[in-house]
């Protein structure tokens, strides 16, 4: 696994072995990267599931300002911090270790509002239309935000969520990728 493109194009992450994380492959990363950008100028985004740090390391190598990596799983953060420390700019990352609803709250209280949400869960814990809700209720999307949700192709998430504007659904192997927009 790689960055695909952008200022660490090219550079390796590493991933955590075995089956505790569903690294986003190179292919489904830049097809994702080149549906929504595929390139930024400035701005915040979150990779709530971070997982190697993958989508949120791609987003800052691709123009965005910081990333908001959040992930529970302690073996798996040890793995962001190496990805981030590759970058050799971590001053624009920052990492919490946590599981994403305490995350969420915490963005909530500093008032953090993101222009590009990644929300790449693993498949069986996916909450993902709540997760949108308390985003959009709480105030967490900038003006005009893109929020990309990777799920297992089985899963259809509805197209009608509160203020949510469907963009896209696109099926990668046993990956489906949607994308919404929002507008304040």
């Known amino acids: 696994m790689r960055?695909?493109?952008?200022?660490?194009?090219?550079?390796?992450?590493?991933?955590?072995?075995?089956?505790?994380t569903r690294p986003t492959t190179d292919k489904v990363k830049g097809a994702i990267f080149n549906m929504i950008g595929p390139y930024f100028?400035?701005?915040?985004?979150?990779?709530?599931?971070?997982?190697?740090?993958?989508?949120?390391?791609?987003?800052?190598?691709?123009?965005?300002?910081?990333?908001?990596?959040?992930?529970?799983?302690?073996?798996?953060?040890s793995i962001v911090k190496e990805n981030v420390a590759?970058?050799?700019?971590?001053?624009?990352?920052?990492?919490?270790k946590m599981p994403a609803k305490l995350a969420l709250e915490q963005f909530k209280t500093d008032q953090i509002k993101f222009d590009l949400v990644l929300l790449d869960p693993p498949y069986a814990q996916q909450e993902i239309?709540?997760?949108?809700?308390?985003?959009?209720?709480?105030?967490?999307?900038?003006?005009?935000?893109?929020?990309?949700?990777?799920?297992?192709?089985?899963?259809e998430l509805a197209a009608d969520i509160l203020n949510l504007k469907f963009r896209k659904r696109q099926v990668y192997g046993i990956s489906a990728v949607t994308i919404y927009d929002w507008e304040d």
């Open 3 to 20: 960055v695909v493109a952008g200022e660490f194009g090219g550079r390796k992450l590493k991933t955590l072995s075995g089956s505790q």
């Open 129 to 155: 239309e709540e997760q949108l809700k308390y985003l959009v209720t709480e105030g967490l999307l900038s003006d005009k935000a893109t929020i990309v949700c990777e799920t297992d192709k089985n899963v």
């Open 41 to 77: 100028d400035g701005g915040k985004a979150l990779d709530l599931f971070s997982g190697s740090g993958s989508l949120g390391i791609e987003a800052v190598s691709r123009g965005m300002e910081k990333a908001y990596l959040v992930e529970k799983n302690g073996k798996a953060m």
């Open 86 to 96: 590759m970058t050799k700019a971590d001053s624009a990352f920052k990492l919490l």
